[in-house]
């Protein structure tokens, strides 16, 4: 009797659940033909200082929309204090974009990128109280051993289901919002930038958002729905 209802168990838990769409192993869409999507953002930092765009961070907030923020490691240390004010905000989460953001993490050492992964989440932990389950590889760049490196340390790899081209200094406003929900589709995974290198995305997003939301599309936090 146990099998039975075990076995039952597990096939409905296989029909609830959505099949994320993947690409080498890694997360690039929800797998849901439903109207969801997932908001994510890149937090990182490299050899220039940055600090979170308060005007997109304002608008989230304001209106309670579901976001997942990628920190790098230089970005979470010098944002501890924000990052920290944000914790009350269920509807945000914080997930690992490596400790140094290197832009070719796929070509380091199977020793030193495990380094970089477990330094990161180390970092966030320590801010946030709450182990990270998700990685991002500092510019989409990756090969097949290091996903697997990062699903033998416990995460699953989330990047986007298209790029939305918002750290492009020349793209405008309303290309970026023309381009994002005309790509846009059931099961999107979106990534823009929130460290001040998402140029015209402070701008752009309210639009986007209120078009998605005419449309009939919900937002999602990454680990409601992976």
Same mark, same amino acid.
């Given at each position: 009797?146990?099998?039975?209802?075990?076995?039952?168990?597990?096939?409905?838990?296989?029909?609830?659940?959505?099949?994320?769409?993947?690409?080498?192993?890694?997360?690039?869409?929800?797998?849901?033909?439903?109207?969801?999507?997932?908001?994510?953002?890149?937090?990182?930092?490299?050899?220039?200082?940055?600090?979170?765009?308060?005007?997109?961070?304002?608008?989230? &907030?304001?209106?309670?929309?579901?976001?997942?923020?990628?920190?790098?490691? =230089?970005?979470?240390?010098? $944002? +501890?204090?924000? *990052? #920290?004010?944000?914790?009350?905000?269920?509807?945000?989460?914080?997930?690992?974009?490596?400790?140094?953001? &290197?832009?070719?993490?796929?070509?380091?050492?199977?020793?030193?990128?495990? =380094?970089?992964?477990?330094? $990161? +989440?180390?970092? *966030? #932990?320590?801010?946030?109280?709450?182990?990270?389950?998700?990685?991002?590889?500092?510019?989409?760049?990756?090969?097949?051993?290091?996903?697997?490196?990062?699903?033998?340390?416990?995460?699953?790899?989330?990047?986007?289901?298209?790029?939305?081209?918002?750290?492009?200094?020349?793209?405008?406003?309303?290309?970026?919002?023309?381009?994002?929900?005309?790509?846009?589709?059931?099961?999107?995974?979106?990534?823009?930038?929130?460290?001040?290198?998402?140029?015209?995305?402070?701008?752009?997003?309210?639009?986007?958002?209120?078009?998605?939301?005419?449309?009939?599309?919900?937002?999602?936090?990454?680990?409601?729905?992976?």
């Amino acid at each position: 009797m146990l099998k039975y209802i075990t076995a039952v168990l597990l096939v409905l838990l296989t029909i609830s659940a959505p099949a994320q769409q993947r690409k080498d192993g890694i997360i690039t869409g929800l797998g849901s033909d439903k109207k969801i999507i997932a908001l994510t953002f890149d937090a990182c930092e490299t050899k220039t200082p940055s600090y979170f765009d308060e005007k997109i961070l304002s608008f989230l &907030i304001n209106n309670k929309i579901p976001a997942a923020i990628f920190l790098s490691g =230089k970005f979470a240390v010098r $944002n +501890e204090s924000r *990052i #920290k004010q944000l914790l009350k905000y269920n509807f945000l989460e914080f997930e690992n974009h490596s400790l140094n953001h &290197i832009q070719h993490s796929e070509k380091l050492s199977d020793l030193d990128f495990t =380094k970089n992964l477990k330094d $990161n +989440e180390a970092v *966030i #932990k320590n801010i946030t109280g709450r182990r990270p389950r998700f990685f991002r590889f500092p510019a989409g760049n990756y090969n097949k051993q290091k996903v697997k490196l990062c699903r033998d340390n416990g995460y699953e790899v989330v990047h986007w289901t298209f790029a939305s081209g918002d750290p492009d200094k020349n793209i405008s406003a309303k290309k970026l919002i023309s381009w994002v929900n005309y790509k846009t589709k059931p099961g999107s995974i979106l990534i823009f930038h929130i460290n001040g290198r998402g140029y015209r995305t402070g701008e752009a997003l309210p639009v986007i958002i209120s078009r998605l939301k005419k449309l009939g599309y919900s937002f999602v936090k990454l680990e409601d729905v992976i």
